[in-house]
C-alpha cells in the first residue's frame, strides 16, 4: 500500500489532501494531525464522511494487518484537533498582527485587498455577513482577489483564541502568519464538507464579469 494511498477509496494524493493514523501503544487508532507520530501509518482522505466510514468498516485493522480499537467518535475527535489548531494558529497570527477584529475593520481589509480570509462567528447576524459579503463580491469585481468567508467557530471560541470579548467577525491579512492561519482554516472547512455557498458566490461574479465582457 503506498505510504498516502486513501484507505478508504484506494487513491493516491497530496498529504494536505489526507490525514494520516497511527496505532498507539494501546492499540488504539490515533490521528496524526501534525504527521510526525513515529510507527507506520495509513492515511484517510481529509473529510469526516471518509473517517467515519473507515471506523465502521473496521478498515484501519485491515491497513494495519492488526486489532485495533477504534475510538467511539473518531469522527468528533479529529475535527477537534483540527479546531483547535485553526484556533491556536489564529491566536499567533494576532499577536504577529496579522488579524483585525470588528465588521468595520473587517470590510476595510476586505475592500483593500488586504485581507486572506474572513472569518464568520456561528452567531454573526445576516446583516453583518451581508455587508461583508458586499465588500467582498466588489474586490473581486475590480479585479482584486477572491477573499473567501468561513463560519466555523462559536463566538466563544472566537474571543478565547484573539484575546477579545464578543468576537464575530475577523479579517486574516495576506502576512506568512496569515498563510499559516489558511492552511488549517481550509483543512477544517474541507473536513466538514466545504463551503459551497461561498464558492458558489464567487463562480457568480466571475461569470457575471466574463458576461459583460463579452458585451463589449
Not at 487513491?11 to 507506520?40: C, H, M, T, W, Y
Not at 485491515?62 to 480499537?69: D, G, P, Y
Not at 454573526?124 to 473581486?140: H, N, P
Not at 475577523?170 to 496569515?178: H, I, M, R, S
Request: hydrophobic residues 50%.
Amino acid at each position: 500500500m503506498n505510504d498516502r494511498t486513501c484507505i478508504v477509496t484506494r487513491r493516491q494524493a497530496e498529504a494536505d489532501e489526507l490525514i494520516r493514523f497511527v496505532v498507539g501503544p494501546d492499540s488504539a487508532v490515533v490521528p496524526d494531525i501534525k504527521r510526525n507520530l513515529p510507527g507506520r501509518g495509513c492515511w484517510v482522505t481529509a473529510d469526516r464522511l471518509h473517517i467515519e466510514k473507515a471506523a465502521a468498516k473496521n478498515l484501519f485493522a485491515r491497513a494495519f494487518k492488526a486489532q485495533v480499537t477504534v475510538p467511539a467518535d473518531l469522527g468528533g475527535m479529529v475535527d477537534g484537533l483540527l479546531s483547535r489548531s485553526a484556533l491556536g494558529m489564529l491566536g499567533l497570527a494576532r499577536k504577529a498582527g496579522a488579524v483585525v477584529l470588528g465588521a468595520a475593520k473587517v470590510e476595510g481589509a476586505v475592500r483593500d485587498g488586504q485581507a486572506l480570509l474572513v472569518l464568520h462567528a456561528a452567531e454573526a447576524a445576516d446583516d453583518g455577513i451581508r455587508k461583508i459579503s458586499q465588500a467582498r463580491r466588489a474586490t473581486v469585481h475590480l479585479g482584486g482577489p477572491a477573499i473567501l468567508a468561513y463560519k466555523l467557530f462559536s463566538e466563544a471560541d472566537l474571543s478565547l483564541a484573539l484575546g477579545g470579548t464578543n468576537v464575530i467577525h475577523a479579517a486574516v491579512l495576506a502576512q506568512d502568519a496569515g498563510q499559516a492561519v489558511e492552511k488549517r482554516v481550509v483543512a477544517l472547512d474541507r473536513y466538514r464538507g466545504g463551503t459551497p455557498n461561498d464558492l458558489a458566490m464567487l463562480a457568480a461574479v466571475a461569470d457575471e464579469d466574463e458576461a459583460a465582457e463579452d458585451m463589449e
